[in-house]
């Protein structure tokens, strides 16, 4: 099955950006869906953007204008590129995978079958 690395995590300034890259490795499903989320302490880990296998994205309304996720076909990593990061962009970042059909774009956590191990990423003022 597919494993999932983040990075790219770190603290920066509100304002910043940063980007954040999954590396995927194993066996990817042939038709996929790859999702970021995140998950402030305290709060419910929420859908931030989602990538399906065409190229197709959606995004959360909160990061919508400001992140773009995308993928490289070739090294199987997925990024999530932030701008204008603010305070409450602060939690631990997670990608997560899963099989997609051509009508599918999901964006919640339970839809989503391998996880990585999360990338911290602090916005201070």
């Known amino acids: 099955q597919v494993q999932l690395v983040e990075s790219g995590g770190g603290s920066v300034q509100a304002g910043g950006s940063l980007r954040l890259s999954c590396a995927a490795s194993?066996?990817?499903?042939?038709?996929?869906?790859v999702g970021w989320f995140r998950q402030a302490p305290g709060n419910e880990r929420e859908g931030v953007a989602t990538?399906?296998?065409?190229?197709?994205?959606t995004y959360a309304d909160s990061v919508k204008g400001r992140f773009t996720i995308s993928k490289d076909n070739v090294e199987n990593i997925f990024y999530l590129q932030m701008y204008s990061l603010k305070n409450e962009d602060t939690a631990m970042y997670y990608c997560?995978?899963?099989?997609?059909?051509?009508?599918?774009?999901?964006?919640?956590?339970?839809?989503?079958?391998?996880w990585g191990q999360g990338t911290q990423v602090t916005v201070s003022s």
């Open positions: 997560a995978a899963a099989p997609c059909g051509i009508t599918s774009l999901p964006t919640e956590p339970y839809d989503f079958k391998n």
């Open positions: 990538i399906r296998w065409d190229g197709s994205t």
């Open positions: 194993g066996y990817m499903y042939n038709y996929y869906c």
